[in-house]
């Protein structure tokens, strides 16, 4: 067992930084066996804090070179190297530090600091790795403008980047070369970036609103120069787009876009300098998939919108997260709904919400959007902090609607421009603007716990009244047994016998909207609508107006209904999602029924032939509800009946419409040139749709045209779309085929190769765990590199329940073993694949045993990382 507990770190605790640092300058030599860093900080103390405090920096791995205070070097008794940092107990008001340090990026395999990937030099510094780099008061609240000089061989580092402008540039001695930065924004050092390396340069400009030219630049290596088209082009629309939404123009005079292969995260916003996982950023038609076209776009977008909502408007603590997380995800997705088809973003978002964010909040990291405490900041990453986050502003946006959410962005801008504050000065601001009271609102910022709306209602045919009662309840969440009721914006639709819109008059209005926005506030109310014509059927929380669940007693004749004429896209999809589950759950619960409800299949066949219905919304009307989905929403899920429940409905779908199937995927190919439009996206998507359950169910043609497919494509979509259905198919043949040529082709590449080993991992075919160990020992593998991990042990244990959750236990035993390597080299990544284990308690007795055994073998290694331990005894604790 460990020696010491991690300490937990508590909001309450907060105190303002006891010295703020106003300038640094920063030099950096680089060699091969390591880099020293020439720190110097002009520090004084903060005014506002207590007096008579000793002077107290971060650090972590550092060996210590050199100090002086005000130019002359500092006796030993004058300070003390702590196991956290440095201390130096006689400092005057203001004065000057300088620390040199010396560390070996060529042996991180953290990946926090500064880090060697694929020859080139890059950093990684939110949350806490600056501390890795040299000694600071690393806290986003300390900002501070940053001056930094890099020095490297000029042959093997032709590329030196930092923040800001470049400002000065030269050769040195012994082939060396340097280049200095500047950046005139002051910023916690968590933004501070560096890029050494021999990287290829792509250029372009942007014009902004006010006329400056603004150099863009992207710098990948060599082999990746053609795949830089997208993310520049995104990052165009991203900028135009700032500026016409919020009125946020750029303000340096460069932006950079760094490539990188090995990185934790997906990209970092570091100002100026945004430092991106390969995978989030390069692209061509014939390497990434229509998903990864989108995903770029928008993480493109949402770095750089943090040049506002994060960079120049920072957090004052890392409680305080969600600030720029949620409300950058919300501005994202924003974007990604003006570019594409809103309805359908909106049920990504959605389905991302409700499966994965659901399961977090009922589990034992459950935790606040504002979480009250943490161990590891890093494991607070997390689908609350930035999906449920990104739900709250939406809600404040409906709310005060578009009008009145502009005022409030522009007031928090303008108010907090150059500061660190918190989720509460968000809030405020929005308040100040709009003139809303928001004060219960707030709770959705400090109660954890997805809440449950309940719903009941009643016609009365002789007064024509409608009576709606809605009831609202927080579950219990760890250290939060009882919850206050939150302010629910619940919109609302009732829909006729025509499938019109009927009007939504309360007493006394004279007003009668088509649709409205409920603010439920009280545990429970009611709503009576009057001159209601005949009995509806309502359409509730429409396009998922809170991130809440929803109950109601549908039957399926009212969700076929809704299926077909709300007038609301989403809910529209939702019917048809509810249908799916009950169906599928149906099946769960009578294991001796052994047909579909024919209506499903009805309902299916008119979607696979409905031409004039939006084809984007009919390709996510075709998908059924995931097994992750079911099982979220099972009390004690049964992993394996769940899967095969499931897989019937799915075979019997494909065995019935199977014709229509064919008609499908015949109207929706195309062989034009790539185009990533909604429309074209919509064709590929129903196209390869078609064609997974026509090989689910084994069918001859199917198995002709996917191997047509596979031979014939023009783009990674259909490629890898005709290669994952036959590697889930039973023809053992051509998918082995298909997976040589596939690997032939692309072996040079990474992100195509993490695709491939991805596909694999995830094939639902049963007894899958003996190929996917044998990928980790294929050549293309790298233990050090966070996506090929991701790529096959998160793959396997995120998205093949079935195999992974094998009742003798074999799924969790692997995951666990990976788990205790990792721990060393990479506990941030570690600790993000102990999640599949987590919420053992909501499985049934067959699988809760062997995830717990798992997670107390994890828990039991000497001298575990924090980031695992907190994930792993939160989980047991419960
Ligand atoms: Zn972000």
Avoid at 159 to 166: C, F, K, R
Avoid at 642 to 670: F, M, P, W
Wanted: with cysteine.
């Amino acid at each position: 067992m460990r020696t010491s507990q991690p300490q937990t770190i508590y909001l309450k605790d907060y105190k303002v930084p006891p010295f703020l640092v106003d300038h640094v300058d920063l030099r950096f030599e680089l060699f091969e066996e390591g880099a020293r860093v020439y720190n110097s900080m002009e520090i004084r103390r903060n005014p506002d804090a207590e007096s008579g405090q000793s002077l107290e920096l971060d650090g972590e791995g550092l060996e210590l070179e050199g100090l002086t205070l005000n130019g002359l070097p500092l006796a030993d008794d004058d300070f003390e190297v702590t196991s956290g940092g440095l201390r130096v107990d006689k400092v005057s008001d203001k004065f000057t530090l300088g620390v040199v340090t010396w560390i070996l990026p060529q042996d991180n395999t953290r990946l926090e600091g500064l880090y060697k990937s694929s020859g080139m030099f890059c950093t990684q510094c939110e949350a806490e790795g600056f501390r890795w780099i040299t000694y600071f008061p690393d806290r986003p609240d300390v900002m501070a403008r940053f001056r930094t000089r890099v020095e490297a061989d000029k042959a093997r580092y032709p590329v030196l980047l930092s923040n800001g402008n470049d400002v000065e540039k030269g050769d040195l001695e012994d082939g060396r070369h340097f280049v200095t930065w500047e950046d005139p924004f002051p910023k916690p050092c968590y933004l501070f970036a560096l890029v050494a390396g021999d990287l290829a340069e792509k250029k372009d400009t942007f014009t902004t609103q006010s006329g400056r030219e603004i150099d863009l630049r992207m710098y990948v290596e060599p082999r990746n120069a053609a795949k830089c088209d997208h993310a520049l082009d995104s990052l165009k629309r991203s900028m135009r787009w700032d500026e016409q939404i919020y009125g946020r123009e750029y303000d340096l005079d460069i932006f950079m876009i760094v490539a990188v292969d090995d990185f934790n995260m997906g990209a970092m916003e570091n100002k100026g300098l945004n430092i991106f996982n390969s995978s989030c950023v390069l692209a061509t038609p014939d390497t990434a998939t229509d998903l990864a076209f989108q995903r770029i776009e928008a993480i493109v977008a949402h770095e750089y919108f943090h040049n506002w909502s994060g960079n120049r408007v920072t957090c004052r603590d890392w409680f305080q997260l969600s600030l720029k997380e949620g409300f950058t995800v919300f501005r994202d997705s924003q974007f990604s709904s003006d570019m594409g088809s809103p309805t359908v973003k909106r049920i990504e978002d959605a389905t991302l919400l409700r499966t994965a964010q659901f399961a977090e909040d009922s589990g034992p990291m459950a935790h606040p959007v504002r979480p009250d405490s943490y161990i590891e900041i890093s494991n607070f990453y997390t689908l609350t902090v930035y999906e449920k986050g990104a739900e709250v502003v939406r809600m404040i946006h409906t709310l005060l609607g578009e009008e009145d959410f502009r005022k409030g962005s522009d007031l928090y801008f303008e108010r907090h421009d150059g500061q660190a504050v918190t989720t509460d000065d968000f809030v405020k601001a929005m308040e100040d603007a709009s003139g809303r009271d928001l004060t219960q609102f707030r709770r959705w910022y400090q109660q954890a716990g997805t809440p449950i709306v309940d719903v009941s209602d009643a016609y009365d045919p002789d007064a024509k009244t409608y009576t709606l009662t809605l009831r609202q309840r927080i579950p219990a969440t760890p250290g939060q047994e009882t919850k206050q009721p939150q302010h629910i914006p619940f919109a609302l639709g009732l829909v006729g016998e025509h499938g019109e819109d009927l009007p939504l008059k309360l007493q006394g209005e004279d007003d009668a909207p088509a649709q409205r926005v409920l603010d439920l506030t009280d545990e429970q109310q009611t709503f009576v609508f009057h001159d209601v014509a005949a009995q509806p059927v309502p359409s509730l929380l429409r396009g998922f107006s809170a991130p809440v669940k929803v109950h109601y007693p549908w039957t399926r004749d009212q969700l076929l209904f809704l299926m077909s004429h709300d007038s609301d896209g989403f809910n529209r999809w939702d019917a048809g999602q509810r249908l799916a589950v009950d169906v599928i759950q149906s099946m769960v619960d009578e294991p001796q029924e052994r047909t579909v409800d024919p209506r499903l299949v009805t309902a299916f066949r008119q979607l696979l032939s409905d031409t004039d219905l939006d084809q984007a919304l009919v390709a996510k009307m075709l998908q059924l509800p995931s097994e992750a989905y079911l099982i979220e929403l099972a009390d004690e899920a049964d992993v394996q009946a769940i899967h095969k429940a499931r897989t019937r409905v799915l075979n019997q779908l494909a065995l019935e419409l199977r014709d229509e199937l064919v008609a499908c995927y015949l109207r929706n190919r195309e062989d034009g040139p790539y185009e990533p439009t909604p429309q074209a996206i919509a064709r590929r998507s129903l196209k390869n749709t078609a064609l997974a359950w026509l090989l689910h169910i084994n069918d001859e043609e199917g198995r002709m045209l996917a191997r047509q497919q596979f031979e014939n494509a023009g783009n990674m979509t259909d490629q890898s779309g005709a290669l994952r259905a036959l590697v889930n198919s039973e023809f053992e043949e051509d998918r082995d085929t298909a997976l040589a040529s596939f690997y032939d082709r692309f072996r040079e590449d990474p992100q195509v190769v993490e695709q491939w080993f991805a596909i694999q991992a995830s094939s639902v075919r049963a007894g899958t765990l003996p190929a996917v160990e044998a990928l980790l020992t294929h050549e293309a593998f790298d233990w050090k590199n966070p996506n090929k991990i991701r790529s096959v042990i998160g793959a396997f244990a995120g998205q093949n329940l079935a195999n992974f959750h094998a009742t003798d236990g074999s799924g969790y035993r692997f995951l666990a073993q990976h788990i205790l390597s990792l721990d060393s080299s990479n506990p941030q990544i570690a600790a993000r694949l102990v999640s599949p284990l987590t919420r053992w308690r909501n499985y049934s007795q067959a699988y809760r045993d062997g995830m717990r055994a798992a997670l107390e073998q994890i828990h039991a290694k000497p001298d575990l990382s924090k980031d695992v331990y907190e994930v792993v005894h939160k989980s047991l604790k419960g």
